[in-house]
């Protein structure tokens, strides 16, 4: 950890701008329009910006104002949070640093040592971090939840959630509800038991822990053959949603392990390939929905839940909407977890469709085989663990979809700790012509509003802004502004590199920003005033 060289004067005016994040303050986070308080924007997971200066009149003119390079090949997939002219920003593998939001300084950073036997199966990544009071909270690739203090960078507590010689580890970024920090996990791929746990913000000591694979004899338990809910992955490797009202934390769950080969873990799975809706005191199961049981095409539920009020047959109603990595949109009551309404929001030809309680039709002879079987969406899903995001403003759900397919092949499925627990493998389809777009939904329907092409799938999210405007960027390097009502391109930068991170948006002395990571890059945009 150290302190970058900048003058006394400027530091000294950072750290006395800088207040205690308070949970209620977190809560209201849309009165708040100049920060950006936790992973999503806010507690519902909008991703959206009520910030308005810049708009479709003058997005055009947007010019880069500052760059901040990272110290790492590996891919830059962080959401910066920014408190009160702070950023913070955390970096592959496990690092964070504090950054001046006016000039793009560092004012300190965290650097940590890796083990050299990690095990992680897709990048030494991490996606963010949550602050709260004058703590910052980080996850780490080798299984540990630390705090450090938001001025100084100094670890408060250290504390270590599993054990990453089994294949755990943490790449999402944490939430804060109240007096608890909530972490998930990833390991999926080593056949790990998952689980979410709450951590009281304070002392670190964990408040509660739910494992999302049941054992025998536990409720859910008989949807796993024998004992192989051991083994059964269900991983928790995305951010979160929560409701104050009904005091629910809503968190996706990963597949089922191993991931090609299901005959060695017969029946549904549970819960993997779920949306849990828990207790936030209590870490109690409200209720779940899963929405691909006996998953073998390894299309994780860890997107972000999107939590929306909307008229339902004429009647309002609390809604949480879920564009799947299956390639189905769902929409269910976030207060009992009803199923209202799914459909296909890109290719698929693994179902029929989704019967009344919106349980998936499978289309025969879709599995994964030893010869190989080509199925739509693809192993990286018609979306993946990237934000969407929901307007407001236009009463739209922006989501990058990405269309592609591949060819699923079952293998053998021999469990050893801390090896990869795949029990088969992929391909991209020859000769297919993959592309992506960033689609406007109607969220209570599934209804597709407007279009805008992608030359090739997405690996990056979305924000909405209440200047009529949704930002995204591509796998090709550039960054662009569409119209939220029409989808019409109003600007578009040639950043290089590809994007794999979700932007922001926050203000600072009266002036609106967006920052977007790019290859290994945090560019922040700005208008001239």
């Given amino acids: 950890m150290s302190i970058s060289k900048m003058t006394a004067l400027t530091l000294g005016t950072m750290l006395l701008a800088f207040g205690q994040l308070t949970p209620e303050r977190i809560a209201k986070a849309s009165a708040e329009p100049q920060n950006w308080l936790t992973y999503s924007g806010n507690y519902a997971g909008h991703r959206f910006s009520p910030l308005k200066q810049i708009n479709e009149s003058n997005v055009g003119k947007l010019k880069v104002e500052w760059s901040y390079q990272v110290n790492s090949l590996q891919r830059f997939e962080g959401t910066p949070i920014v408190v009160d002219g702070v950023m913070y920003a955390s970096e592959p593998p496990s690092n964070l640093t504090a950054i001046d939001v006016r000039t793009g300084r560092p004012i300190w950073k965290y650097r940590r ?30 299984a540990h939840l630390l705090a450090l203090n938001a001025k100084t960078g100094a670890i408060l507590w250290d504390v270590t959630v599993a054990n990453y010689k089994d294949g755990y580890s943490l790449t999402g970024a944490p939430l804060i509800v109240k007096d608890k920090v909530i ?4 390991g999926g791929e080593y056949g790990v038991r998952g689980f979410l746990d709450a951590y009281d913000v304070a002392t670190g000591k964990r408040a509660w822990r739910f494992w999302t694979i049941p054992m025998p004899g536990e409720p859910g338990g008989q ?8 083994t059964g992955a269900a991983a928790t490797w995305v951010t979160g949603s929560y ?11 990963g597949n089922p392990g191993p991931d090609w080969n299901g005959d060695v873990r017969a029946g549904d799975n549970l819960y993997s390939d779920c949306i849990l809706a828990i207790d936030a005191d209590s870490g109690k199961l409200e209720w779940h929905f899963q929405f691909t049981p006996h998953d073998v095409h390894d299309w994780d539920s860890t997107a972000v839940p999107v939590l929306v009020n909307a008229n339902v047959a004429g009647q309002p109603r609390k809604l949480v909407v879920f564009p799947n990595r299956n390639a189905f949109f769902y929409v269910l009551d976030r207060v009992t977890g009803q199923f209202i309404t799914g459909k296909p929001y890109a290719k698929q030809t693994w179902a029929k469709g989704l019967d009344d309680s919106g349980r998936p039709v499978r289309v025969p002879a879709t599995s994964p085989s030893v010869e190989g079987t080509q199925v739509w969406p693809s192993v990286s899903g018609a979306s993946n663990w990237y934000s969407p995001s929901f307007s407001p403003e236009t009463g739209f759900l922006y989501v990058a979809v990405r ?3 591949s060819q699923y092949f079952k293998g053998e499925a021999e469990y050893k700790a801390g090896e990869q627990f795949n029990g088969g493998g992929f391909r991209s389809i020859p000769g297919e012509q993959m592309w992506g777009a960033i689609r406007a939904f109607d ?60 932007p922001i948006s926050y203000a600072v002395d009266g002036k609106q920003f967006v920052a977007v990571t790019m290859g290994n890059a945090l560019y922040v945009l700005s208008v001239a005033q």
Avoid: H
């Fill in 243 to 253: 409701d104050p009202d009904t005091n629910l934390v809503y968190w996706g769950t």
């Fill in 443 to 502: 969220p209570a329907t599934g209804n597709v509003k407007w279009e805008y092409k992608l030359f090739t799938p997405p690996w990056s999210g979305v924000m909405s802004t209440a200047g009529n405007l949704v930002f995204g960027s591509t796998a090709e390097g550039q960054i662009f502004a569409l119209s939220a009502s029409t989808g019409k391109e109003l600007w578009r930068f040639e950043a290089g590199g590809q994007a794999r991170g979700n």
């Fill in 183 to 186: 972490t998930g996990m990833a």
């Fill in 223 to 230: 949807t796993w053959a024998g004992d192989s809910g051991k």
């Fill in 403 to 405: 269309e592609s397919g």
């Fill in 113 to 142: 040592s890796m083990p050299s036997d990690l095990r992680v199966c897709c990048g030494q990544v991490n996606r963010g971090v949550a602050v709260s009071g004058n703590l910052v909270f980080l996850g780490t690739l080798d």
